[in-house]
């Protein structure tokens, strides 16, 4: 009897869900019995032919439920709208299909298009500053913006930045999870997911129910790195998680980029460190095309911005003192001189003007990471 796809699948999901058959004992399984089907209907003296398969994992083999685990998982899935694909569906990404270590089943919830063949990964700390906030936007814009799928890994921080600027150019993104995908981690970012399942995939390796716990996480990075031709790292401290994924992006033998920081601050070691040690240093999106040979789109990525407001001298003097980073107001009035009133007066309008922003605890910061250029002062 011929297998429908369903049936195959019920196989690849329950041979998965059994304690024990992680990753490495699942495909040295199918090596051995050609199948997941052959390897559940296995004996146990044929189970016991193979190498470091432990008795305890045998016993698990014959005597576990796993066909109303998979039919649970299955239906779950038909519930929720979610695929799984397995290794051999041709759906399964062809990048990641190419790592030492790709996942023997994925579960996606969205759709995963030929496109994303041209898939770039942005990653990063979870407290990011204000310019890797601003730069990761900017350059996942851009790379959407000229046809790049923005893979990243949904945690706060650079990753929510990478996903959220290539929304914002109309371009696809893919989140990859280290939970269940019925879990929405980090929670504020439920709304997002849906978001980034329109327009791209959600897609995680874990079963329905996995709770986002730390040792989920690592084995994750590799297949953000796996999805992609490149990664891009923006802001890690010395001991960054983004760093794993750095490490597996080299391993899977691809490109590996970094964006510069300031040398003074303890979220740009990492970054700086890999371009030390050979990582390609980015500056704009063209940095990226150009090593990946992809050319630029013929249409400009960023709409033309609307011409800055005309300052006057004071004001002029007050905007030139807040910089990328908050800076607190007494800071500010210690550098430009003159009264606590007259510096709140400019500031609040500044921010009509849409130039500065107020952060809490009388913070502040530009709006925009660039000095103006063309400010004209009036009397």
Excluded at 277 to 292: K, M, P
Aim: with cysteine; glycine share 8%.
């Amino acid at each position: 009897m011929r297998l429908n796809k369903d049936d195959t699948l019920l196989f690849w999901i329950g041979l998965g869900s059994i304690p024990g058959v992680g990753r490495s004992t699942f495909r040295k399984l199918i090596n051995h019995f050609g199948s997941p089907e052959r390897a559940l209907s296995a004996p146990h003296s044929s189970l016991k032919e193979i190498k470091r398969l432990s008795d305890k994992v045998i016993n698990n083999i014959i005597s576990f439920p796993w066909r109303e685990h998979a039919e649970q998982d299955m239906a779950k899935a038909a519930e929720m709208n979610i695929d799984i694909f397995t290794m051999n569906d041709p759906a399964y990404p062809e990048h990641l299909k190419k790592i030492s270590d790709p996942p023997v089943y994925i579960y996606v919830k969205g759709i995963l298009k030929p496109e994303d063949y041209n898939a770039l990964a942005i990653v990063g700390t979870r407290q990011p500053t204000h310019y890797g906030r601003t730069i990761t936007h900017r350059l996942s814009y851009d790379l959407a913006a000229a046809g790049l799928t923005i893979v990243s890994g949904l945690a706060r921080g650079i990753d929510t930045q990478a996903h959220r600027g290539a929304l914002s150019a109309k371009g696809r993104t893919i989140a990859v999870l280290g939970c269940g995908i019925d879990i929405a981690y980090p929670p504020e970012n439920k709304d997002l997911i849906d978001e980034i399942a329109h327009h791209g995939a959600v897609i995680t390796e874990y079963p329905f129910g996995t709770k986002p716990e730390s040792g989920c996480f690592p084995a994750r990075n590799r297949i953000i790195s796996g999805l992609a031709r490149g990664t891009v790292v923006v802001e890690a401290a010395e001991d960054s998680g983004s760093l794993i994924t750095a490490n597996n992006a080299v391993e899977q033998g691809r490109k590996l980029f970094a964006v510069p920081g300031n040398i003074g601050h303890t979220a740009s070691r990492g970054t700086n460190n890999l371009i030390k040690q050979g990582a390609i240093l980015v500056e704009a999106a063209a940095d990226v095309l150009d090593v990946l040979g992809l050319s630029w789109p013929v249409k400009q990525s960023i709409a033309p911005q609307a011409p800055l407001p005309r300052l006057t001298r004071d004001e002029e003097e007050v905007f030139r003192h807040v910089t990328n980073e908050p800076k607190h107001i007494d800071s500010i009035l210690n550098e430009v001189g003159g009264t606590a009133g007259k510096l709140g007066g400019i500031l609040i309008s500044l921010e009509l003007q849409k130039l500065v922003k107020q952060c809490p605890g009388k913070f502040f910061i530009r709006q925009d990471s660039e000095v103006p250029s063309n400010t004209r002062h009036e009397p």
